[in-house]
């Protein structure tokens, strides 16, 4: 026990006979290294020797190590406090850092370095929102794909081939059988063919035209499709529906008008306006209502029978409705955006409005 004690002993003379001769950052690494590196050092070995000891003498050579250890440990970090920066990297190791002559000239009334920082898009907001609105009233939310075929974008819905109808929607074709959806409307069939009713869910995504862009066109676009099926829908539960959907959006200011329409997957259909809340219909020169008083924002109607067979459900004992909503047109009209195309010029000073709003 003597013999180890000394041993020990040597070594802390021998630790601090270094530590006042080393002058740099890199002798006490090198310092440290001799007594704590992982493999070689000397405390490290102590260590080692310790495991063949009888359990008695263990102890207390143990704690003459442990103790040995701490002495080194604090007086290192004492030194290198002085003129050195530690960092503590990886696994505890520590890394020395020669300190910079400058350091001590840095401007600190300079600017600093400012990121660039981003904002969610307001069609993304808007979306946000409107998912929250359908959400509360117990819908779910799904996605489709974006390349269609033509039977999901267009037969099924009940338009034939051919039908005159298809031209309203300017499609854009990827050869014989495929074509960017030109709506979100298959999304009705691809969820009728998997789920059975009771079914309320909406479905927002891009959707492609072969539109001339201008200030309220765009070639792609967003929509939100919606479609509820169940037992006894009828007419009054759509029109309850968006009524409420839109004041919950737009405020409970806003007035809603269903229009009779055509569309061949519903029947009755019809185009729901919105009342104008810039003008009410006072200003015969009203850039956003033309005077009308009214804006046109949506297309729906009760689900066609023929939808229905198309996707094995009975329309003698189940009902629905569906609806089709722009979401660039909506947000345009509640955030007084006067072209579409600020949307996608990726002006950070425009995106980040809606963000801090
Ligand atoms: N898909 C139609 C369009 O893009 C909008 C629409 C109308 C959707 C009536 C519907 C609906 O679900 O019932 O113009």
């Not at 704690?63 to 990886?90: C, D, P, T, Y």
């Not at 099924?156 to 074509?179: K, V």
């Not at 792609?220 to 037992?231: S, T």
């Amino acid at each position: 026990m003597k013999t180890l004690e000394s041993r020990i002993g040597a070594l802390k003379t021998k630790f601090d006979e270094s530590l006042a001769g080393a002058t740099d950052a890199g002798a006490l690494e090198e310092l440290r290294n001799e007594f704590l590196s992982r493999k070689r050092g000397r405390v490290t070995l102590l260590f080692e020797e310790l495991k063949s000891l009888p359990p008695e003498e263990k102890r207390s050579f143990g704690r003459l190590v442990n103790e040995l250890k701490a002495h080194v440990q604090k007086n290192l970090a004492v030194s290198l406090k002085g003129s050195i920066r530690i960092k503590s990297g990886a696994k505890g190791k520590l890394t020395v850092i020669e300190d910079d002559a400058d350091r001590d000239q840095v401007d600190l009334t300079l600017p600093g370095e400012t990121l660039p920082w981003g904002a969610p898009h307001p069609v993304m907001l808007f979306l946000e929102e409107i998912e929250r609105i359908f959400e509360t009233m117990g819908f779910s939310v799904a996605e489709g794909p974006e390349i269609e075929t033509d039977y999901y974008n267009f037969e099924a819905l009940n338009f034939p081939p051919h039908h005159p109808a298809r031209d309203d929607w300017d499609t854009l074709y990827l050869g014989e059988n495929l074509l960017l959806r030109t709506h979100t409307s298959p999304m009705q069939v691809r969820v009728m063919e998997k789920h059975k009713p009771p079914i309320r869910i909406i479905v927002p995504g891009k959707v492609y035209r072969r539109e001339a862009i201008d200030p309220t066109h765009l070639p792609m676009f967003y929509q939100v499709e919606g479609l509820l099926v169940d037992e006894g829908v009828t007419f009054a539960h759509l029109k309850g529906t968006l009524d409420l959907f839109l004041k919950r959006l737009l405020g409970d200011k806003i007035g809603t008008r269903f229009r009779p329409s055509f569309f061949p997957f519903t029947e009755p259909s019809a185009e729901v306006d919105i009342s104008c809340l810039i003008c009410s219909g006072r200003d015969q020169a009203c850039p956003v209502c033309g005077g009308t008083g009214w804006k046109e924002l949506l297309g729906a109607g009760m689900i066609n029978p023929q939808v229905l067979k198309n996707v094995n459900i009975d329309p003698e004992r189940y009902s629905g409705w569906a609806f089709g909503l722009g979401i660039e047109r909506a947000a345009m009209f509640c955030y007084q955006i006067a072209d579409m195309r600020t949307f996608y010029e990726n002006d950070l000073r425009f995106t980040r409005q809606f963000f801090l709003k």
